[in-house]
């Protein structure tokens, strides 16, 4: 076909398609129940040109001063709900989780980029359970990661060796230390260098990942109809991007699973996720529930580097906290050696520190939507089939009838006082809610990823003064913008990171000998 044929034929598509999304909102308009307030929106194309184009959970926050806890849009036909409420959120997600428990379909970053293996993004069903009961076997339990932790505190010393060495490289450090440690848990490999190539690989992949799934990123994914756009097509550029990433995302899935098959088949494999799941009897259907697995939870792993580098970032601005946190680990531990995972139930400050990191800059701000799989009601509102459903967990961990002064960073909010209830648990938003809550679980909140933070947390305040630094006698300022997209990072800072003694030098190297 020529492209001056395929260019009519795609004309009369796109025009039969509005003709039916026209014909089926002026039926479903006089069928419609009541719903939430919202932007008003504009005739035909709703209220696609009201969504932000970036930190979507700022503005969404604005509406609900406006309009109320449950916000209504329309999206050329999608009915979409954002939920600025815990309570509410709650109501819904948690208590009817049966009917809210569905993903919608992701266009571009499921179907054209193949993240549809991401249990985050599946369906909710048979394949979906099946990679919860992996997960569960394997990171659910606290006895099952047990034996990670002298691994995970070996990487945790040479994090801090290498930082000391090189403080200007925190961001590089962060990343090489989540991806050595997830690599080693879930494939058996080892790092190696400065410049692995299964690290940039994979790091490649989780960048495009957050840029494609942050909301409004392709129009494709308001109207699914221009997936059909050939990639060829005058301002199809978006498709030729999609395409290209594809093929990051299917190094993702391979390259480090090959590895670790590859060592299986020699007798060389070391203990690993993929080791534990996969024998000789395993089918394709198995091997490939196992590969995927393995893909959700290394790519999940990464949105702890947002979690860690907002730590520094906190320390720097809140010098407060961190001489206190340091003098709870020299009262608990003493400066003999440094502090190990088992250190963590006598560190409740340091808990409450990695509490409030969660909360004060959620990772994924608004989390990832839900879909319900029938109608609901709620109060005077109905909700339709297919509605999708934001949580804005920003919002939530930022309101300040739950959380006095939000903005500030303050572990003691966590910590049980007399005459007074701790404030609520970031986890109970900050991890998602209903059904999809495991989600999210594997991808922040699992135990590995909470024993990691709390490692970096401790051992950087044993060993780290932190502070902004200062420059031609200046103190620089580090900005506090936070990026947009599904993770959300800390821009770029500068950090002054110094040794806080020469007998803490001495301890790295022993430590990590």
């Given at each position: 076909?020529?492209?001056?044929?395929?260019?009519?034929?795609?004309?009369?598509?796109?025009?039969?398609?509005?003709?039916?999304?026209?014909?089926?909102?002026?039926?479903?308009?006089?069928?419609?129940?009541?719903?939430?307030?919202?932007?008003?929106?504009?005739?035909?194309?709703?209220?696609?040109?009201?969504?932000?184009?970036?930190?979507?959970?700022?503005?969404?926050?604005?509406?609900?001063?406006?309009?109320?806890?449950?916000?209504?849009?329309?999206?050329?036909?999608?009915?979409?709900?954002?939920?600025?409420?815990?309570?509410?959120?709650?109501?819904?997600?948690?208590?009817?989780?049966?009917?809210?428990?569905?993903?919608?379909?992701?266009?571009?970053?499921?179907?054209?980029?193949?993240?549809?293996?991401?249990?985050?993004?599946?369906?909710?069903?048979?394949?979906?359970?099946?990679?919860?009961?992996?997960?569960?076997?394997?990171?659910?339990?606290?006895?099952?990661?047990?034996?990670?932790?002298?691994?995970?505190?070996?990487?945790?010393?040479?994090?801090?060796?290498?930082?000391?060495?090189?403080?200007?490289?925190?961001?590089?450090?962060?990343?090489?230390?989540?991806?050595?440690?997830?690599?080693?848990?879930?494939?058996?490999?080892?790092?190696?260098?400065?410049?692995?190539?299964?690290?940039?690989?994979?790091?490649?992949?989780?960048?495009?990942?957050?840029?494609?799934?942050?909301?409004?990123?392709?129009?494709?994914?308001?109207?699914?109809?221009?997936?059909?756009?050939?990639?060829?097509?005058?301002?199809?550029?978006?498709?030729?991007?999609?395409?290209?990433?594809?093929?990051?995302?299917?190094?993702?899935?391979?390259?480090?699973?090959?590895?670790?098959?590859?060592?299986?088949?020699?007798?060389?494999?070391?203990?690993?996720?993929?080791?534990?799941?996969?024998?000789?009897?395993?089918?394709?259907?198995?091997?490939?529930?196992?590969?995927?697995?393995?893909?959700?939870?290394?790519?999940?792993?990464?949105?702890?580097?947002?979690?860690?580098?907002?730590?520094?970032?906190?320390?720097?601005?809140?010098?407060?906290?961190?001489?206190?946190?340091?003098?709870?680990?020299?009262?608990?531990?003493?400066?003999?050696?440094?502090?190990?995972?088992?250190?963590?139930?006598?560190?409740?400050?340091?808990?409450?520190?990695?509490?409030?990191?969660?909360?004060?800059?959620?990772?994924?701000?608004?989390?990832?939507?839900?879909?319900?799989?029938?109608?609901?009601?709620?109060?005077?509102?109905?909700?339709?089939?297919?509605?999708?459903?934001?949580?804005?967990?920003?919002?939530?961990?930022?309101?300040?009838?739950?959380?006095?002064?939000?903005?500030?960073?303050?572990?003691?909010?966590?910590?049980?006082?007399?005459?007074?209830?701790?404030?609520?648990?970031?986890?109970?938003?900050?991890?998602?809610?209903?059904?999809?809550?495991s989600d999210t679980i594997i991808y922040l909140g699992?135990?590995?990823?909470?024993?990691?933070?709390?490692?970096?947390?401790?051992?950087?305040?044993?060993?780290?003064e932190i502070s902004k630094p200062v420059v031609d006698?200046?103190?620089?300022?580090?900005?506090?913008?936070?990026?947009?997209?599904?993770?959300?990072?800390?821009?770029?800072?500068?950090?002054?990171?110094?040794?806080?003694?020469?007998?803490?030098?001495?301890?790295?190297?022993?430590?990590?000998?």
């Amino acid at each position: 076909m020529s492209h001056s044929m395929a260019a009519e034929t795609l004309a009369d598509a796109l025009a039969l398609g509005l003709l039916v999304y026209v014909l089926r909102r002026a039926f479903t308009d006089r069928h419609e129940g009541d719903h939430p307030p919202g932007p008003t929106g504009w005739p035909i194309i709703d209220n696609v040109f009201d969504m932000p184009t970036s930190h979507g959970w700022r503005t969404f926050a604005q509406w609900g001063e406006k309009w109320g806890d449950i916000v209504f849009l329309n999206l050329f036909g999608t009915r979409t709900v954002i939920l600025n409420s815990f309570d509410v959120a709650n109501e819904m997600l948690d208590n009817k989780s049966a009917v809210y428990s569905d993903r919608p379909v992701f266009p571009v970053c499921g179907e054209i980029m193949g993240w549809n293996f991401v249990v985050a993004f599946q369906q909710y069903g048979p394949h979906w359970r099946e990679m919860r009961r992996l997960f569960s076997q394997t990171v659910g339990t606290h006895k099952s990661l047990v034996k990670l932790a002298p691994n995970l505190e070996h990487l945790a010393y040479d994090f801090i060796r290498r930082v000391a060495a090189n403080p200007a490289s925190l961001t590089y450090e962060v990343h090489r230390f989540t991806a050595a440690s997830s690599l080693k848990f879930i494939y058996g490999y080892t790092v190696n260098g400065e410049d692995d190539e299964l690290v940039k690989i994979v790091e490649t992949a989780v960048e495009e990942f957050a840029i494609a799934t942050a909301p409004g990123a392709f129009l494709a994914d308001i109207f699914p109809i221009l997936t059909y756009v050939p990639a060829w097509f005058p301002g199809a550029q978006w498709k030729r991007t999609a395409q290209a990433w594809e093929k990051h995302t299917e190094m993702l899935c391979s390259v480090p699973y090959d590895f670790a098959k590859a060592q299986m088949s020699a007798g060389t494999a070391m203990p690993s996720f993929v080791t534990l799941n996969l024998d000789d009897s395993a089918d394709l259907k198995r091997e490939a529930l196992i590969k995927d697995a393995a893909a959700s939870l290394y790519a999940g792993a990464f949105l702890t580097v947002s979690a860690m580098r907002s730590f520094f970032l906190a320390m720097m601005c809140y010098p407060e906290v961190q001489k206190k946190a340091q003098a709870e680990i020299d009262r608990i531990i003493g400066s003999g050696r440094l502090p190990s995972v088992i250190d963590r139930d006598q560190l409740p400050y340091i808990r409450a520190l990695c509490s409030e990191v969660l909360r004060w800059q959620p990772v994924a701000p608004l989390g990832m939507p839900h879909r319900l799989s029938q109608d609901d009601v709620h109060g005077s509102y109905v909700f339709r089939k297919g509605t999708v459903v934001l949580t804005n967990i920003w919002k939530m961990l930022h309101d300040p009838e739950r959380y006095s002064r939000p903005e500030h960073f303050d572990p003691d909010r966590f910590i049980p006082k007399e005459g007074s209830e701790p404030e609520t648990d970031p986890r109970q938003m900050a991890f998602g809610f209903g059904r999809r809550l495991s989600d999210t679980i594997i991808y922040l909140g699992s135990q590995l990823a909470e024993m990691s933070l709390f490692l970096i947390c401790a051992v950087s305040l044993a060993a780290f003064e932190i502070s902004k630094p200062v420059v031609d006698g200046r103190v620089v300022e580090p900005s506090m913008e936070y990026t947009n997209g599904t993770i959300s990072h800390p821009f770029e800072f500068q950090c002054s990171i110094k040794l806080r003694s020469s007998k803490v030098e001495a301890l790295l190297f022993v430590a990590y000998d």
